[in-house]
Each structure stands twice: as structure tokens, then as C-alpha cells.
């Protein structure tokens, strides 16, 4: 890893030096006065440095990314037939030895005969390729310099080309979040292919039963893992609902009295503070959830003569409600903002007090806009993770009841893929499956709550 | 109007009607504006009990009981044979000899199990202080040393009154013998609260009073620069392109709806991508700071492109007809004048966007950045965890003296948090232009 901060290192180097003899061979080709030429001189040299330094880095960078799968192929296509024919876990084991050996780490073991050959040929693969390396991104790099050079002309357009390059330069990186987006659909969407493979989609559905424990043998108690997610989806619901009933009436009716009745200096002072719940992390509101809340609800319960688990949907939800309160009150305020004033100005001059104009006048019209933004919060809470996974529990639990434990989609993920995976194993796998639904699910709460929102603000535009 | 008295009764009629319902209406908006007041009052009373059960919890985290020893340095039992190596007096049994200093303060201390719950007093890593004492000075061999080192946790939450005194002796960690004897060294000036350096210089241990944040702080910076390295240039690139050049066609319009749809993803999410794509595909190594940064990058993305996009918005058309009109191109025109003058607005999102990723904890525990690692990372491809990690992993753990380190570590988050967005209400504040 050490050679790849040199290699960038030279190519700024070589580029700079392009630059300068870009500069100077643009000078030289203008006899010295600069209207003779197209552009300035210093577009030129940057016409230069371009293009001995991009090609290269695109060459370092494919380099490097396909590098150590290309290696590990051979080396396994290297080692004997019995090793080969081994399962894919323990293939990885052996591989896993191997580099191990290479990096001067402890391996598992004494390594036998042919690990040690295959780590010897590993390293020798491993200083080709760098060397390899070396020459060809240098070489690319001189050629491409030595190309733009010789491009140099007076009527050369150099400004025109260098600004094609920086265009293509912002395309490709306005293309990051499309590529982010597939990247996404594709890695959940191969590994829950997978999964549905091995067990049906209509049990991962409609499955009552989710105990994703895959026994390593056959005589272990509970053998046979069920994924049935119903139990997980009736979880996230509950603790949904439970976050929403604390997060839209104390969001809704903050966002209108901030909006309709505090006075400036009220609201400077309240509505910084309330958006404050929203920029403190969630693994916060967890440790809260479980060590302050959770404990406080048991105990109360308790006084009261109800039996409270621990780690109870309530504490879960009532903490996810109250990271969501500025969630939901700044963008009610938003819409609240947006009504038009003529509308509060004709139920006013109609007699109405305030409390009824906003009743009757402009809660229905922004109606739309405040569904949109519950959606927003509906989406947000779905998705959540830390206060569920530290708060909520992890059996699964197909109750409506808020005082018990019940488990959620990303608790599921979570626990599914911390700690050792296996890619060929359907728990691991269950863990895409569970993401895939809470993709879709998100986004489609998304679309719909945009389409509102927009929908209704075109209304007033 | 042909009956005018008419017109007046009913008038007045309806104006009784109205006078009638004033009341009620009156005390329905009373209610209605005190529903209001206690909504906000509610939202700012959750905040305050969350900050004052934090900051309660764990303020008592940035002191740590020490203990002073006496500690003879038997020559014979560190360097038998005087040479004075580094690796014999590495290799020494430091332990031992700070349970002889333990040994001669409690002389009457004799049975097997009391001898054990008397070096239980005294932490794992006093051996290491005392090692490092020696090591940094040989010359100290043969005397005897005064030091202080950091006490059992339990014997820490004793003394800071975590632990209940007068309750029955079976259900106390500590034993009525182990009591008396932490009185006396009270009593003796040996016991006392010292300020708790340990914890921002030392990285995690099984043992509360070892554990340290820096390991993770030192995870958490790297992750970030990583992250900033990658999302400030991107972001900004992409929003330029965005609002200054791209056409109004299908593939500008599906990228926007992407860009907006992936800020509303949940962050798990980004978490399975980072471990299907950048681990299982790339192979880029597990748990690496590196790892962090780019699965940080895709997530904030969103955030610093639509603030950048804002940026460049509010900047006036004039500035670019100007620059056009005298000659430049648009891409010099865009450049050099309208990002300049935008670089504040894209900055301040910026920073937004890293204190979201700085509290960002979910996708780091998929990408492997949750395994206990005491060592202090060193560059972006060692294993590393994350201050909001760490905090998960404590407030995992069951030892009482977790919760306080757990709060402690909270409390540095949110300064941190705290400082990343004064700095950008500041440069807010200070180079924000109305044109």
C-alpha cells in the first residue's frame, strides 16, 4: 500500500513539470507574444498536465481495484486439486492463511507445505504486479504528457479542450449519486436473489415465524431457521406508531404556535433548540433509550401492577418520538409558512380568532404538505437503527402490545451481520432480504410524500 | 332595507348571538395557544432531560480513583543480573512486586482469598505504569518508588458513591473486609480523585478504568478526513455541474431524483452496500478507517450537493452577465467568480454534512468498524472503530463503570457536534451577503 502515495506523488510531480513545459513550448510557439495565440498560456500547460496526469490515475485506479481479486484467482488456480475441491468457506480459510502469511500476520496454526508455496507465489505475484505497476502508469503518463505536447499549436483551441475535460470532470462526478443508487439496488438485489433461492419469497412474506439460526449440525436444537418476517415488519410498525403518536402532535402543534403565535424572540430561541434533538446522534437517544427511559417505564409499570419487559416497544418508540419532533415540526412549519397570508387575512377579517382561522383555514390547506411531511417521518422512523438496536429487544414477537419486547427490520440486519458472515449461508443473506424490503419501503414513502408536497405547492404558486 | 327596524333587531339579535359565544370561543383559543406553548415546552423539556441524564451520568468519568503504592524495586526481582537490557526489564514481573507493596500495607492480611481480593484493589495496569516508570528510569532499581495508579473500577464507583454502602453484604461487589480497608487507605491519604488522563490518551480496554477514547477518536478523525477528502471536491462538482451547466434533459432529471431519494435513505442501508460492493467486490480491508470514510462519503453526498446547490442559487445572475459580458467563458465565468462567491454557503453544508457523518454509527456497524481493537489506529487502513461506536460498544457492556465511560464519551461527541456547528452559524454568520 505504501507504493501508491509514491505513484501519486510522481504524477503530481510529472504533471507539474508538464505544465511548465506547456507554458514554455506555448510561449515558444507564439515568438513570444501572447495574441498570437488561441488561449492563455497557462491552458496550455494545464492542456498538458491533463493529459499526462488522468490517464494515468484511470490506469493506477482500475489497477489497484482489480489487483487483489486477479491475484487471489491465480493463486487459488495455483494451488493442488484436493485444496480446490475444498467447500467455498474453507477455500476462504486457506486463502485467508495465505495473506496472513504474506502480510507477516499470525496464521492459524502451522501452515503446511502448500500454503507456504502459494504465500511465496502470492508475494512474487504481488511484486510483479507493483513493478508492473510502476512502469505502465509512468509510461502512460509520459505518453500522455508527451501527446498533449505535441498538440501545441498557436490556433490550438487549449482553453476549449481544457474546459471539455473539467465539463467531463463535473459530469462524472454528478453521476456519483446515480452510481451510488444502482450500486445499491444491485448489491441488495444479488444477495436477496440468493436468499430467495433458499427459501421461498411468499415464507419471507407471509411467514408468522422468524428464528434465522442456522444450526452448524444436524442434531442442534432448532435446526431449521424460519424466516418468516411478519413478526419484524409487526415490530417496526408498532414502534413506528408508538414514535408517531409522540412525534406529530408535539411537532404539529409546536410548528403552529412557533409559526402563528410566539413572538420573534421566542421563536429565535425555541426553534434552534428544538432542531438541536435532530442533530444529536441517534446512538445517543440509544444509550437514553435503554439506560434512562427503559428503566423508568419498567419501574412505573411495575407501581402500577403491569408486567413491563425491559426492553419495551414504548421506551423504544417514545425516544425514536422524540428525535423526530423537529423532524416533523420544521417541515410543517415550511408548509404552515407557505399558505398564502391572504387566506389568514380573509378568516380574520370574516371574525375568526386565531384558533379557529388555523383550525378551519389553514390546517386544511396545508393539509396536503403536513401528510407529506408525516410520511417524511414515517420513512425516517422505519429506518432508524440505533435507538432500536440498543433499546428494543431481539426476540421476535407478533404483539400489539407496547409493553413487551418486539424486534425490528434493522435490529434484524444488524444483529445478522455483526460478527462472522457467511455468504452462502441464508442468515447472512436474510439480512439483504430484510434491507431490499426496507429500500423499497422507504422510497416508496419518499415518492409519495414529494409528490404530495410538490402537488400542493403548485397550488399556491 | 324597506324595514329598517326590522334590520336593526335582527342586527342585534345576531350580535347578542356572537357576544354569546365570545366566551367560549375565547377560552378555546386560550386552550388552543396553551396546547401550543406546552407542545414546545415538552420538545424543550425532552432535550433538557436528555442532556441532564447524560451530563449527570457522566461528568464523575473525568476523574479517576488513584492509589498511591510504595513500591520497593527489588533489583533481584527485576534484573537479577544488573545489565540493565531493555528486554529484561520489559520482561520483569512488575505485578508481583506491586503486590508485595500491597502485601506490606495489610501485613495482617494472610488466607488465599483475602491476599486475591487485596490485589483486586489496585487495576491490571498499574503493572504497565510502573514498567514504563522503570523503564523511562533504570537508575530507579533498588529504591523505592511512590506512585500513583489508577484503582479497581470498583473500587472507583465506591468512591465516587456508585456503589451502596449499607446494603447486605451478598449483593455488594465490594466485601465488608475489602470496605475497610479502602477506608483506611482513605484515611490514609492513599486513595484520592485525580484527574483522568487516561481516558483521552489511552484506546479501549475490558477493564473501565484502562479504557481510553482516543483509540476511537484517532478512528474517527481518520474516517472524516477520509470522508471530507472525498465528499467536499464530488459534492461540489456535482452541484456546479447541476446548476450552472447541465441541461434540462431526462438523464439531469433522473440524477436529481436520485440525489434526493439517496438523502432520504436509511443510513443502514448505505452500511449493506459498503459490505457488498467495497469489502466483497473491492476487497478494501474490513474495519479500515478508509472503508468508513467512503461509505461516509456516499451518505452525506446528498446533503453537501443540495446546500451547494442552495449556494450557487443565491448567487445573483448579474455576477455571471458581467463576467460573460466582458468576455470570459462560462466555465471561467463560473469559476472564478460565481463559486468563489458561493465557497461560503457550500462550506457551511459541508460541515453540516461531516457532523451528520461524525454521528453516524449504523453503517460502521456493518462495514466491521465494531470489534474491540485497544491499539490507537495509525492511518486509514488499520482497524479502527468510531466514537459513536465506542459508545455502542460500552453501553453494551454490563460493568457499572461502562455507563459513566459511556456518557463521557457522549458528552466529547456532542462538544465535538457542538463546535462543527458553531463553526458553520459562524462562517454563516460572517459571510453571509445579501445581493
Redesign the interface.
Known amino acids: 500500500m505504501t507504493q501508491t502515495p509514491v505513484l501519486l506523488v510522481l504524477l503530481l510531480a510529472l504533471a507539474s513539470a508538464a505544465y511548465y513545459f506547456g507554458c514554455k513550448r506555448a510561449f515558444r510557439v507564439a515568438d513570444g507574444r501572447i495574441r498570437n495565440l488561441h488561449s492563455l498560456p497557462g491552458y496550455y500547460g494545464l492542456y498538458v498536465a491533463l493529459w499526462a496526469a488522468l490517464p494515468a490515475l484511470l490506469v493506477l485506479g482500475v489497477w489497484l481495484a482489480l489487483q487483489g481479486s486477479m491475484i487471489t484467482r491465480m493463486v487459488v488456480a495455483s494451488l493442488p486439486e484436493p485444496i480446490q475441491q475444498l467447500g467455498p468457506d474453507r477455500l476462504n480459510l486457506v486463502i485467508n492463511d495465505i495473506r496472513n502469511l504474506v502480510s507477516g500476520n499470525i496464521v492459524s496454526g502451522e501452515p503446511d507445505a502448500p500454503t507456504l508455496a502459494a504465500a511465496e507465489y502470492y508475494r512474487s505475484l504481488l511484486g510483479t504486479s507493483r513493478g508492473l505497476l510502476f512502469v505502465v502508469v509512468l509510461s502512460v503518463a509520459g505518453l500522455g504528457g508527451w501527446f498533449g505536447y505535441s498538440k501545441i499549436r498557436p490556433q490550438h483551441r487549449a482553453r476549449n479542450g481544457v474546459e471539455r475535460i473539467v465539463n467531463g470532470v463535473l459530469i462524472a462526478c454528478s453521476t456519483v449519486a446515480i452510481l451510488t443508487t444502482v450500486g445499491i439496488v444491485l448489491s441488495v438485489l444479488f444477495e436477496s436473489i440468493r436468499f430467495f433461492q433458499a427459501v421461498p419469497i411468499t415464507e419471507f412474506l407471509f411467514g408468522l415465524e422468524w428464528s434465522p439460526q442456522i444450526a452448524l449440525r444436524a442434531d442442534q436444537a432448532g435446526s431449521s431457521g424460519a424466516f418468516g418476517a411478519v413478526p419484524l415488519f409487526a415490530g417496526t410498525l408498532l414502534i413506528t406508531l408508538i414514535a408517531m403518536t409522540v412525534a406529530v402532535p408535539i411537532g404539529l402543534m409546536s410548528a403552529i404556535y412557533l409559526s402563528e403565535y410566539a413572538s420573534a424572540h421566542v421563536r429565535a430561541i425555541a426553534k434552534p433548540l428544538l432542531e438541536v434533538l435532530a442533530g444529536i446522534p441517534t446512538v445517543v437517544y440509544g444509550f437514553f433509550a435503554a439506560l434512562t427511559v427503559a428503566p423508568f417505564i419498567r419501574d412505573s409499570g411495575s407501581i402500577l401492577g403491569l408486567d413491563v419487559a425491559s426492553e419495551s416497544a414504548l421506551a423504544a418508540g417514545l425516544v425514536m418520538g422524540m428525535m423526530i419532533i423537529p423532524f416533523v415540526s420544521s417541515l410543517s412549519d415550511d408548509v404552515i409558512n407557505s399558505v398564502p397570508q391572504s387566506l389568514r387575512d380573509g378568516a380574520y377579517g370574516m371574525g375568526a380568532t386565531s384558533s379557529e382561522t388555523i383550525r378551519r383555514v389553514i390546517f386544511p390547506a396545508a393539509l396536503p404538505g403536513i401528510v407529506g411531511a408525516v410520511l417524511l417521518a414515517v420513512s425516517r422512523a422505519i429506518g432508524e437503527t440505533m435507538i432500536v438496536v440498543m433499546a428494543a429487544g431481539l426476540a421476535s414477537n407478533l404483539t400489539a402490545n407496547p409493553l413487551e419486547a418486539v424486534t425490528t427490520v434493522t435490529v434484524q440486519i444488524v444483529t445478522l451481520l455483526v460478527g462472522d458472515q457467511e455468504f452462502d449461508s441464508p442468515k447472512t443473506l436474510a439480512a439483504f432480504a430484510l434491507g431490499l424490503v426496507l429500500f423499497i419501503v422507504t422510497l416508496a414513502l419518499n415518492f409519495v410524500a414529494l409528490y404530495i408536497v410538490r402537488k400542493y405547492r403548485e397550488q399556491y404558486d | 332595507m324597506t324595514n329598517p327596524t326590522k334590520a336593526s333587531t335582527e342586527g342585534a339579535s345576531s350580535f347578542a348571538r ?1 357576544q354569546a359565544g365570545m366566551a367560549r ?2 377560552a ?2 386560550r ?3 396553551l ?6 415546552g ?3 423539556l ?2 433538557a ?2 442532556l441532564t ?2 451530563v449527570s ?1 457522566g461528568y464523575t468519568a473525568f476523574w479517576q480513583t488513584e492509589m498511591r503504592l510504595d513500591v520497593v524495586l527489588v533489583a533481584d526481582e527485576i534484573d537479577p543480573e544488573g545489565t540493565r537490557l531493555v528486554d529484561t526489564l520489559h520482561k520483569a514481573d512488575y505485578s508481583a512486586l506491586i503486590k508485595q507493596s500491597l502485601r506490606d500495607m495489610f501485613p495482617e492480611v494472610s488466607s488465599r482469598r483475602d491476599r486475591f481480593a487485596l490485589y483486586g484493589l489496585v487495576s491490571n495496569g498499574a503493572a504497565f505504569d510502573l514498567r514504563d516508570r522503570v523503564m523511562a528510569d533504570p537508575s530507579l532499581i533498588g529504591t523505592t518508588v511512590s506512585l500513583w495508579v489508577p484503582a479497581d473500577d470498583d473500587v472507583d464507583m465506591l468512591m465516587k458513591g456508585h456503589i451502596d454502602r449499607e446494603g447486605p453484604e451478598a449483593d455488594r461487589r465490594i466485601k465488608d473486609t475489602t470496605l475497610g480497608w479502602i477506608d483506611q487507605l482513605e484515611a490514609d491519604g492513599r486513595l484520592a480523585l485525580r484527574f483522568n488522563t487516561a481516558f483521552f490518551t489511552k484506546g479501549d480496554s475490558r477493564d473501565p478504568e484502562l479504557a481510553g477514547i482516543r483509540g476511537a477518536l484517532m478512528g474517527t478523525i481518520f474516517t472524516l478526513v477520509v470522508t471530507l477528502a472525498l465528499s467536499f ?2 459534492g461540489v ?2 452541484a ?3 446548476e450552472e ?2 441541461p434540462k434533459n431526462r438523464w439531469t432529471d ?2 436529481e431524483v ?5 438523502a ?10 459498503g ?3 467495497f469489502i ?1 467486490v ?2 478494501l480491508p474490513r474495519s479500515a478507517p478508509l472503508l468508513g470514510g467512503l461509505v461516509l462519503t ?1 451518505m452525506t ?2 446533503t453537501i ?1 443540495i446546500a451547494s446547490r442552495a449556494a450557487l442559487k443565491s448567487v445573483p445572475p448579474s455576477i455571471r452577465d458581467a463576467a460573460l459580458g466582458i468576455g470570459a ?1 462560462p ?1 471561467q465565468a463560473t ?1 472564478f467568480h460565481v463559486i468563489p462567491l458561493a465557497l461560503p454557503g457550500m462550506l457551511t453544508g459541508t460541515i453540516i454534512g461531516m ?1 451528520q457523518a ?5 453503517p460502521l ?2 462495514i466491521g468498524m ?1 470489534a474491540f481493537i485497544a491499539d490507537v489506529p495509525q492511518g486509514v ?1 488499520d482497524p479502527a472503530t468510531a466514537l ?2 465506542q ?2 460498544l460500552w ?2 457492556s454490563p460493568e457499572r463503570a461502562f ?1 459513566e465511560r ?2 463521557a464519551a ?1 458528552m466529547v ?2 462538544a465535538f ?1 457542538a463546535l462543527m ?1 458553531l463553526v458553520a452559524v459562524l462562517l454563516r454568520k460572517r459571510f453571509e451577503r445579501r445581493w
Do not use: C, H
Not at chain 2, 258 to 262: V, Y
Open positions: 356572537v370561543r375565547r378555546a383559543e386552550r388552543f395557544k396546547l401550543g406553548r406546552a407542545a414546545v415538552i420538545g424543550l425532552f432535550l432531560v436528555l441524564s447524560i451520568r471536491p464530488l462538482a456535482a456546479v455541474y447541476l451547466f447541465a433522473l440524477i436520485n440525489i434526493n431519494n439517496l432520504a435513505v436509511p443510513s443502514i442501508v448505505f452500511g449493506l452496500l459490505l457488498a460492493v466483497n473491492f476487497g456516499l453526498l446528498p450537493i467563458s466555465m469559476l457532523a461524525l454521528g453516524e454509527t449504523a456497524l456493518m465494531v487502513f459513536p461506536v459508545i455502542y453501553a453494551d455507563v459511556t456518557s457522549i461527541l456532542l457536534l456547528n
